[in-house]
């Protein structure tokens, strides 16, 4: 069956440091893969994606996605992390037109 | 370009009630689609609408069902409401249905 599973419930960076988030996929072919950003009280926005090609895709706002299809993976990356990123993020896949989603990553970022 | 748009964004009903939620897509966009978040099931994919016919269906009971009209805009409702149904409920246009795009969301608190 299809699945996505982000491991970390909740993370703390510090303001400037660098960023990862963990996502694992199950999947029975390769997927197309998304991750999608989450304020508080807000729909969710789309970061980036990843369908086929050049396993690193650049997306908005600075974050950046590596797809390892050997560890069934899609981690998401930023290099300096501002207050405004604190927010839960979402990773997801398509089964059909259909988006699973893992159970989200809570970030907060301290000063 | 405007985005999703969905309304009400707040709702309050009661148990036994039905309710209406609209979604109006991106231009342009054919498909729409309904996703249910709550604190505990987390992101659940409802159903995908595309040119009026419904596409892809999720697991959910009968009560929740939905309808897209020759202008792309979405409705979706919910009879016999349970106090289970207290949620976000998100609604999403993609022009293929694999790349979509999420609205702000509709906040319906069942008491």
């Known amino acids: 069956a299809q699945s996505v599973t982000q491991p970390d419930i909740h993370i703390t960076v510090s303001e400037g440091a660098s960023l990862e988030l963990r996502c694992n996929y199950s999947?029975?072919?390769?997927?197309?893969l998304f991750w999608y950003v989450q304020s508080p009280g807000q729909g969710l926005q789309l970061l980036l994606k990843?369908?086929?090609?050049?396993?690193l895709v650049q997306g908005i706002k600075g974050f950046e996605a590596e797809f390892k299809r050997s560890q069934s993976s899609f981690n998401l990356r930023k290099p300096s992390v501002h207050w405004s990123d604190a927010a839960e993020y979402f990773c997801a896949l398509t089964a059909g037109t259909a988006l699973i989603f893992g159970k989200g990553t809570t970030l907060s970022v301290s000063s | 370009k405007a985005g999703v748009t969905q309304t009400p964004r707040y709702l309050i009903k009661t148990r036994g009630q039905q309710v209406t939620l609209s979604c109006s897509p991106i231009s342009g966009h054919r498909s729409v689609s309904w996703y249910q978040q709550t604190p505990g099931q987390g992101l659940q994919f409802l159903f995908e609408y595309f040119s009026e016919t419904q596409r892809n269906k999720g697991n959910f009971p009968g009560r929740f069902s939905g309808r897209q009209f020759s202008n792309s805009r979405s409705e979706m409702n919910v009879s016999t409401l349970e106090l289970g149904d207290s949620a976000l409920y998100l609604c999403?246009?993609?022009?293929?249905?694999?790349?979509?795009?999420f609205g702000p969301g509709t906040r319906l608190t069942v008491t």
């Open positions: 990843y369908f086929s090609g050049d396993t």
């Open positions: 999947y029975g072919a390769t997927p197309y």
């Open positions: 999403a246009s993609s022009k293929t249905g694999y790349e979509q795009y």
